[in-house]
Structures are given as structure tokens and as C-alpha cells.
């Protein structure tokens, strides 16, 4: 066996499509051509969202394709304390602040031209940046004082420009990570790790107290995964990655993005748009190897 160690990390907000379907077969097949392994995650720390039917759905469907991975499985929401620890010890750094404006607030705080990240939503205009040293707010604590309106839950907010001066030091220099499949623009091979486009991205979420962000690469680097692949739609949030990577000395995986799956329209596939599912497919008559048969570039 080689070092190799890939993963198919789906959250059970819905049932799996096509694409996601080219995803867990790209991360068995890559594993498998290499002589490593491939592990399943669950990420299911958003509870407003998950839901056990889609657990299920993911595991009938995967099985369906064909998939076998080692148990147990990773399920994040068995692990939410490891990913408030990693939130403490950004908030140690002096990197992390507490925010308290509401979605309306912001909106009302950004100017219409405000420059805008790379999944196109504006900026967060920094607004609560001066609060690093405010009250007793804790990640994960569900309560903080809001000065004039009392006690409210705070959402957490990377101070980029700190945290990129902090992880540069660290690093001796820029960061970069390396991209063995391609981005977008066919971004690939030594790729700077852009994270200042994002602006102060939130790590901890009021609602659920953490975020994608900071769960993936905890488990990531807990799963020792050597090559994360995933869809293109990723590839510019893994500036985050890196950057919180050398923040909380974790090690670095090799980076492998992978084209979208598209409708007929072009569109991208999303569990939310109605699409077509694994599942649909299935009752509908598909074999699995019909629809393996159409995804000629997997690895
Ligand atoms: N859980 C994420 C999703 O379903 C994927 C995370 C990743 O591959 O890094 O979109």
C-alpha cells in the first residue's frame, strides 16, 4: 500500500446526483490507481440541514456504484469539540473576533460596490473588527454580550489580514499549495494561496458554532488524507484551507479539483435545484454502469 489516501466527504443535506456520484468515484479510483486507500465522511455538523434519510442515501448509494470503504465512518458531528478547540486557539492567536451583526446589518454596511469574494458575494465590511477584545464571548460558548443589546450568540470571524501576517511568519513567505488537478482557469502545480480575496470569512457559525472551513481541515489531516480531491466548485476556498493549515500546524494534503458534472444546460448540478438523484436514476431503470460508463476522465 502506498501513502496515498483520498475521500469522499458528502453532507447528508440531500440525496447525491451525478456529480456527486463522479466525485466518490474520482476519489476510490484515484486512491485505487495509486495503491492507497479511500475513506467516506459524513459532514453533517449543520444539523438545521442533515438528516439521517440522506445518511442512508449516501451509503445505498455509493454501495450502488460499487463503493466499499473501511468502517467506521467519520461522522463530523461526533467532533465538534475538536473543531471549538482549533477555534480557541485562533482566538488565542488574536485572529479570530467575535461578530455580532445580523445578515440585514450587513447588507445595510456594504457599499454596492464592495468588492466581492470568489463565490461572488460581497465582502464583509469589517464591521465588527474592532471587538477582538471584547467581553467574555468564547467560540463555541453560546452566549456573548452585545453592548446595547444585551446577551446573543456571536458568529466568528477570521481577521484576515492578521491571520495572513501570522501564517506568512510562520511559512517564511507566501502560501501556496499544490494542485495536481486544476482549478477553474486551469489553475495548477505550485498555486498561491489567495486567501485575502475571501476577507474576514466566518469560522464559527452562529447558528451550528462552527464551520466547514475549520471541520475540514481538522479532519482532513485526523483522517491523515494525503490528496484531497474534490469538485472545481472548492478550489478557491482551499486558500482557506492552506491558510488555516499553517495556522494550526496541520499538515498539508496535495490538492486534486475535478471538473463539475453539468445538466443538460450546462448548469451546475445542486442537490437543492431539484436535479436528478442517484436515487431517481435508480427507480428510474439506470444501471450503475450506464452512468459510470458516461464519466470517460475518471481516473
Ligand atoms: N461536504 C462538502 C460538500 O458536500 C465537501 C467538502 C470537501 O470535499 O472538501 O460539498
Redesign the pocket.
Known sequence: MSGVIT?????P?GRLHPG?AF?ALFAARYARVHGGRFLL?V?DIDFTRARPRFVEGIFEDLRWLGLSWPEPVLFQSRHVRDYCRALMELRRMGVLYPCYCTRREVRANTPPDAPRDPDGAPLYPGTCRARHDDGEAVPCGDIGWRPGKGPMPPAWRLDMDKALALAERKAGGALFWHEEGAGPAGESGRVMADARRWGDVILGRRDIGVS?HVA?VID?ARQAVSH????Q??FH?SAI?RLLQVLLELPEPVYVHHRLIADEEGRKLSKSAGDVSLAALRARGVRAEDLVAMFSDLP
Open positions: 475521500r469522499f466527504a458528502p453532507s443535506n456527486h466525485s465522511r459532514e466547514y475540514v482532513d484531497v480531491t474534490r469538485g466548485d472548492l476556498a484551507h
